[in-house]
């Protein structure tokens, strides 16, 4: 029966159990919030509370709520155990990347979200510049090729098997792709700790699915995005 929960609401908490992560920049009660900056508390209950030593801003894009990061030291660390890695996942999210970055021997190579181990296959790297890139194999995939505005992103993953991505909707990519996620042990956001580079940007909003969403699944989480934060 939960599965089918979610066709009759779109907030996140329809999915139940499933829900693994979910920040919010909308929601000062789950923000805690000193001098301008803030860290963001996880909202799926359970308990994955994002931690930083210099945190992002708390401004506005586009007249709403937004987690702010500069490129030049602000960041959000996110417990490992927040990404579900071992068994089939689905992120989506609205977030933005910035072309400034900093840091390291090949700061362009920062994502704003950062998901790896020791940056090794496979990884995900969410708006290193204008790309995402999630590393199967020794294969880059889902290169828009134009710069990447404000957006709902949405990537499902099988394990060992289909993968895909889009953007406010449309398909950016897919196929399948071979092999399994290693323990990971970076989840970061603004910063990617293995070339100690840093990346610019905004989060409004991150959920992390554990398992694969339907199709009528993704499309109620995507209208709820859209709707809330007017994307596109």
Not at 12 to 29: C, E, H, Q, V, Y
Not at 137 to 159: M, Q, W
Request: proline share 4%; net charge positive.
């Amino acid at each position: 029966m939960r599965r089918s929960s979610i066709l009759k609401s779109a907030d996140p908490r329809a999915f139940g159990s499933r829900l693994n992560f979910w920040i919010d920049a909308s929601d000062t009660n789950s923000l805690n919030i000193s001098d301008g900056t803030a860290t963001a508390n996880d909202k799926s209950g359970k308990g994955y509370h994002t931690t930083s030593s210099t945190p992002p801003s708390l401004g506005t894009i586009a007249s709403k709520p937004a987690l702010i990061f500069n490129g030049y030291g602000q960041y959000l660390s996110v417990p490992l155990a927040a990404f579900p890695g071992q068994t089939n996942f689905t992120i989506i999210g609205v977030f933005q990347g910035s072309s400034t970055s900093s840091g390291g021997a090949y700061p362009a190579g920062c994502g704003l979200i950062n998901i790896s181990y020791n940056g090794d296959n496979p990884e995900i790297r969410f708006l290193a510049g204008d790309l995402i890139l999630a590393y199967w194999n020794g294969d880059y995939l889902y290169k828009p090729s134009a710069t990447i505005n404000r957006s709902v992103f949405e990537l499902s993953y099988v394990i060992g098997g289909y993968s895909s991505c889009s953007r406010n909707g449309s398909l950016l990519g897919s196929g399948t792709r071979s092999g399994t996620w290693n323990a990971i042990n970076e989840f970061s956001i603004g910063r990617y700790n293995l070339i100690s580079a840093f990346r610019a940007g905004n989060l409004q909003e991150l959920i992390i699915i554990n398992g694969l969403c339907r199709d009528a699944e993704l499309a109620k989480l995507r209208n709820y995005l859209n709707k809330k934060w007017s994307v596109y």
